[in-house]
């Protein structure tokens, strides 16, 4: 099973960006949550956005209103669509897929908020 992140680049604050993550396999179908957490340089990691397999949602303080995480299981695929960014956005972004047995970690994608 391998989750593949894409979606990142250089935006300016205020701009958008929008992150997916593409799960092989039929992990969506097992899960029990899925989401996104962060690592900008020197600090530490930081849940972003987690889906459960019910839909309810939970967003980090920083990115509430801003930041919104949605699921496409025909596509087994997890979005996290991101305004109004700002410069303390700018970090590594991962997404991850908890089932009962394991977690699974995707490779990070940069996003880079600066004018």
């Known amino acids: 099973v391998q989750l593949q992140a894409s979606g990142g680049g250089l935006v300016q604050p205020g701009g958008s960006l929008r992150l997916s993550c593409a799960a092989s396999?039929?992990?969506?179908?097992?899960?029990?949550?899925m989401g996104w957490y962060r690592q900008a340089p020197g600090k530490q990691r930081e849940v972003v956005a987690v889906?459960?397999?019910?839909?309810?949602?939970n967003y980090g303080d920083s990115v509430k209103g801003r930041f919104t995480i949605s699921r496409d299981d025909g596509k087994n695929t997890v979005h996290l669509q991101m305004a109004n960014l700002k410069p303390e956005d700018t970090a590594i972004y991962y997404c991850?897929?908890?089932?009962?047995?394991?977690?699974?970690w995707g490779l990070g994608t940069q996003v880079t908020v600066s004018s």
């Open positions: 889906i459960t397999s019910g839909s309810t949602y």
């Open positions: 396999g039929s992990i969506f179908s097992i899960s029990l949550l």
């Open positions: 991850y897929v908890l089932t009962s047995l394991k977690t699974y």
